[in-house]
Structures are given as C-alpha cells and as structure tokens.
C-alpha cells in the first residue's frame, strides 16, 4: 500500500465513524437556536445557569474531598464549600436578573462607545479635517447610541435574535457536513486497496477476494452451486 493510499485509508476510517458527531452538535446547535428565537429572554439566561450550577457543584466538590482527605484546616475547605455553593444558587436563582444587568452594563458601553466616535468626527468635521461624509457617519453614530440607551430592552433581545438565528445557520452547516463527510468517506473506499492475509487479498466489504502473485491481486472466480 502507497502512502497516498494508507493517508485515504486512514481519512475513510476517521470520516466513516466521527460523522455522527457534526451531525449531533448540529441538531443540538439548531434546536438552540430555535429555542432562542421563540423565547428569547428564557434563552438569554441559560449561560448564566450554567455557570450557577457550575459553581455549586464545585463546592459540594470540595467540601466531599474536605470530608474524605481531612488535611490541614479542612473545616475551612468546608467553610468555603458552604459559600461557594451559596454563590452558586443565587447566581441560579438570580439568572434573570443578573443577565438583564449583563445586557444593560454591555449596551451602554457600545451605545456610549458610538456617542464618543461621533462626537469625535463632528469635531474633526468642524475643524475642517474632513469632509461632508464624515459628518453623515458621525450623525449616524450618534443616532444610533441614542437609540441603543433609549431602546436597551428591545435591543437586548434583538441581540438573542441574532445569536438564535447564528445557531441556526451553524446547526444546519454542521448537520451537511456531517453527511458531507459520510458521504466522502464511502467514496473513497473503492480507491483504498484490499488487505492481503496469509497469500489472500480480502476487501473491507468481504465482497472478493483473490491470490497474490508477486503483489498483483488475481481474482478468483465465483462459487456455483452447479456441480
């Protein structure tokens, strides 16, 4: 066997049994994405519970090692334990509130963001720096930091939107390159040549076989049943 043909032997075994994968985080990306488009506020909390459920589970983690090893100062491993597990179910229980905040602190800082671009291109503008196209780009973005801190909620969702229907095209890329690849890893098996044991060449399939003579595969004829 070539090189050329161990690489694509090595591709078709590789294609032929990790293509499920693309296809499962493919379903699972999509029917997030769904998920957020339907219910955009339920969605926008899902990262921060995870992070609380996270965060609890490893503190019941360290207060079980605390327990079994009992080192030194292991009531304090506890202690912290305890706290960890405490922080942990009110970031759970908080999920909401705390993502409104999230939201807000980050729609701010790229509404406020835009306000300071624009008002530095209307100063460049009236220092005759720049031209009139200058002064339409410093108006827009002034326009648009102002509608970003007037309009915080609608745009928080619309940010949910967005990432819902990026889930989407993703899920549906990953689900077609999934098959893509199964597809790709079949074609290339009749290129790949067959294993020779002891004087036989048998092909992956089991569908022929044959003899070899000074490293030619010679085919034998099928059996009949006819006597």
């Known amino acids: 066997m070539s090189v050329n043909e161990q690489e694509m032997e ?4 590789i294609w032929t049994r990790t293509w499920w994968t693309f296809v499962i985080l ?14 955009p506020q339920s969605a926008a909390t899902i990262p921060i519970r995870l992070l609380g459920v996270f965060i ?9 090692t605390a327990v079994i090893e009992r080192r ?5 491993r506890i202690a912290f334990g305890l706290v960890e597990m405490g922080v942990g179910a009110a970031v759970f229980a908080l999920s909401f509130n705390i993502t409104q905040a999230l939201f807000t602190i980050i729609i701010y800082l790229i509404a406020f963001g835009l306000l300071l671009a624009g008002a530095a291109a209307l100063v460049r503008v009236v220092s005759g720096r720049r031209t009139w196209h200058t002064l339409l780009v410093g108006l827009l973005e002034i326009i648009f930091g102002i509608a970003l801190i007037a309009l915080t909620g609608e745009t928080a969702v619309l940010f949910v939107w967005v990432t819902g229907a ?6 549906g890329a990953l689900i077609f390159v999934g098959f893509r690849i199964r597809q790709a890893g079949r074609q290339l098996k009749p290129y790949i040549s067959p294993n020779v044991v002891e004087g036989t060449a048998v092909y992956e ?10 490293g030619e595969v010679l085919l034998l004829p099928e059996e009949t049943d006819e006597p």
């Open 26 to 39: 493919g379903i699972i990306t999509f029917a997030l994405g769904v998920f957020a488009l339907i219910n």
């Open 72 to 76: 030194y100062r292991w009531g304090w």
């Open 166 to 171: 990026f889930f989407l095209l993703t899920g």
């Open 205 to 214: 399939d089991g569908a022929s076989s044959g003899t070899v003579v000074e």
């Open 10 to 13: 090595k591709l078709q075994y």
């Open 56 to 64: 609890f589970l490893d503190g019941g983690f360290k207060i079980i």
